[in-house]
């Protein structure tokens, strides 16, 4: 997440969901170097946007988690 504090409050301004995948059992992304997952997060709706997974040129979006897609 992404927070600015105002002297009103805070403010989020951007999320994002780290999803384990890979051979990492935490949620580290490292760049997609770990095969974990990067969700993007509608911070209005909670909703995720978007989730992406690999390196470099191999980056692609994922529509369905590995395990449950057994890969």
Known sequence: MIVLLHDAGPELLHADWGIPAGRSQ???FA??????????????TG???KVLG???????EVELHPIRAGT
């Open 54 to 60: 690999g390196v470099g040129r191999g980056r692609r």
């Open 26 to 28: 935490v949620s580290n």
């Open 47 to 49: 909703r995720v946007t």
């Open 31 to 44: 760049k997609g170097e770990t095969g974990n997952l990067i969700g993007g997060l509608d911070i209005a």
